[in-house]
């Protein structure tokens, strides 16, 4: 049996940045609403599942969930000097972003086996107006593999805080997180996709409801 909360190293810095950087920021100057924050499980292997888009997502997804949340980085984001020791504490992972990466499925299926809530973006890339349209089965191949739950959360708002500018503009965000999906019984396509097309479907009309 894996662990139930991701290692308390980890949780120094989230807990820190988080209390006195993101959360401010988040509510003040983005003026953001948390809808549904009662569905996160406090402990236990998680997979978080959202739309994406824009670079402030992953910060403004974890804190809103209220615990560390871990991430497929590209790799080169690795071979920075300092910067790697601070995304590794975050519980950030490389991943090659020109082909499948097998290694980095097994770090998250040994992150998750850690008590690591992980999070996925279901496109796996940005999108102009925050919608998913194109979703892919990787996230419910790796809550299968793991025997994890599903969390999906819906990003409002952020693909307009650097819209037109390098500075972010005060856009306002909204959070809402929706009901645990369980873990899907089977790898088989059939199945994946029916639990992706859940995922993606539940988020996208989270979406929809707006500010």
Known sequence: MGRQ????INRVPYYLTTRLLIIPVFHLYFRGRIHGRENVPKTGPLLVVCNHASYFDPPILSSCVNRPVAYMAKEELFNVPILKQLIRLYGAFPVKRTAADRSA??????????????????????TPDGK????KLGAA???AKA?????????????????G????????????????IPAPTATTKEQLQMITDECASIINDMHSLGR
């Open 5 to 8: 909360r991701e290692p308390f």
């Open 105 to 126: 499925i097994r770090t998250s299926l040994n992150a998750l086996n850690d008590g690591w809530a992980m999070g996925i973006f279901l496109q796996g890339t940005r």
């Open 132 to 135: 998913i349209t194109e979703p």
């Open 141 to 143: 191949m790796i809550a």
């Open 147 to 163: 025997n994890v739950p599903i969390l999906p959360v819906s990003l409002w708002g952020t693909e307009k805080i650097l819209q």
């Open 165 to 180: 500018s390098n500075i972010p503009k005060a856009a306002r965000l909204t959070v809402r997180i929706g009901k645990l």
